[in-house]
């Protein structure tokens, strides 16, 4: 991925004054360099060696991850036939972040990142390991199914956090938006590589290898982090759970755009992000597609997140994050509305690019703003509520979805939530002035 970072020095501002000023704040760097240098000033958290290990580790882990989550999707139709079974299965996997994140948050803030990451990961690839064995010899049904995805779920309430907190630690301070953006673009590439991948592979050999070689993937991330040394860092040893809990909420709450962030943030969770659940039911009952279909229709959405992460630090050297967040809000509802018209795979594909792209720079904007603000002591609370609202409301999400698809079909259900999606952009738009003037009388109490 590819940051642009002006020459100009420029005075020392934070990032919310930075958004208050301007509205945008310029990230990156292009010389005139060869090729090499290029790739390291223009990504500059790439110039360190623990970074480009960490990151490597995870493209690869993020690749079996989604090869995990295209081949359930498509185990769990296969048993129930079922769009509704589909959403509950994907619901069950973030079902105990509602439960578990605020407290994996706690955990992160107490006890060594890199520790956590090596612990999860390995219990993930342990989980990964099961359910391709129990899928290969035929032990498998919608039971064991639920109970590995919850497991699964309780162990990202922990790994979630760490991971985002784990890349402020790794990455400095001025480098920590090149490494929120590298961190998109390897979700995303891992989103076009693994569903092709696992769609080729459900067709040649079977769903149950899928799960064998994520739980391989997971190996590399360990090496990863094993041969990274970074110092120890821990905070807030000492207070009480519900205490903790209590200061990383009040925190959020009080700071007026973490606040507008975390509310947006439910909104798409449950309107947005879980059209992705349906997509093995649509490849099968809309396109007459195989798995094949159904691995072309998740990669052309990744591309698009691909594509969204390299032009977003372009687009905020002109545009404001308000500008680009509304863009790409309304480009994600129309594509998906259109989207939910068409039965040419074809077309579906470049809607459904379209529609990962708007999504993810809206992502990445937020993202960036939220690690950028947070003081570090919070880092871990702070991002264990953003996985709460993103993945435990994603859990009511997935059922929405899986049920107004068996009760009014898949077209309508995607209408209605694209529908929300675009009324949620016009909300942005109208209350954009109340917010700035709430950020700045913020900004002047904490001086």
């Not at 050999?205 to 094993?226: E, P, Q, R, T």
């Not at 439910?266 to 879980?274: P, R």
């Not at 992460?309 to 480009?331: C, D, E, Q």
């Not at 709460?388 to 009014?408: M, P, Q």
Request: glycine letters at 10%; charged letters at 10%.
């Amino acid at each position: 991925m590819i940051i642009l970072v002006h020459k100009t020095k420029r005075p020392h501002l934070t990032p919310d004054e930075k958004f208050l000023i301007s509205g945008s704040s310029h990230v990156g760097y292009v010389g005139n360099s060869k090729l090499i240098h290029k790739i390291f000033s223009s990504i500059p958290v790439l110039e360190s060696q623990n970074c480009r290990r960490y990151f490597t580790g995870q493209l690869i882990s993020n690749i079996g991850s989604w090869m995990q989550v295209v081949a359930l999707g498509w185990l769990t139709f296969q048993l129930t036939n079922s769009a509704f079974w589909v959403g509950l299965v994907a619901a069950m996997s973030s079902l105990p972040a509602l439960f578990f994140s605020l407290f994996g948050g706690i955990i992160v803030d107490r006890f060594s990142k890199k520790s956590l990451l090596l612990i999860t990961n390995s219990i993930s690839m342990f989980l990964a390991f099961l359910l391709g064995i129990l899928t290969i010899f035929g032990w498998v049904n919608i039971p064991e199914i639920v109970i590995i995805a919850l497991l699964g779920g309780i162990v990202n309430s922990v790994y979630t956090p760490a991971h985002f907190a784990y890349l402020s630690e790794l990455a400095d301070k001025d480098k920590i938006t090149s490494a929120i953006s590298i961190n998109s673009g390897i979700s995303s590439l891992g989103r076009v590589i693994g569903p092709g991948i696992a769609g080729l592979y459900i067709v040649l050999a079977g769903i149950g290898g899928a799960f064998i070689i994520n739980g391989f993937s997971y190996i590399a991330v360990i090496i990863a982090l094993l041969l990274i040394d970074t110092p120890y860092k821990v905070t807030n040893q000492h207070l009480s759970p519900l205490k903790a809990i209590k200061e990383g909420i009040t925190y959020s709450v009080r700071n007026p755009i973490i606040r507008a962030i975390f509310l947006y943030v439910s909104a798409m969770s449950i309107f947005g992000w879980s059209y992705t659940t349906i997509i093995p039911v649509l490849a099968k009952d809309i396109f007459h597609s195989d798995s094949t279909g159904m691995g072309y229709l998740f990669s052309s959405i990744g591309i698009g997140a691909i594509v969204a992460t390299l032009l977003v630090p372009v687009l905020s050297r002109r545009f404001s994050k308000l500008a680009i967040v509304i863009f790409g809000n309304t480009l994600f509802s129309l594509s998906l509305f259109l989207f939910s018209f068409t039965s040419n795979l074809n077309l579906g594909i470049i809607y459904l690019f379209l529609a990962g792209g708007g999504l993810v720079s809206i992502n990445v904007v937020l993202g960036t703003m939220v690690q950028l603000m947070v003081e570090e002591k919070y880092h871990g609370r702070v991002s264990s509520i953003y996985f709460l609202l993103y993945a435990g409301l994603l859990f009511l999400g997935n059922l929405e979805i899986g049920f107004l698809t068996d009760r009014l079909g898949s077209g309508t259900a995607l209408r209605l939530n694209t529908l929300a999606v675009f009324f949620i952009s016009i909300a942005i738009y109208f209350t954009k002035g109340k917010l700035r003037v709430a950020q700045k009388k913020y900004l002047s109490n904490r001086r």
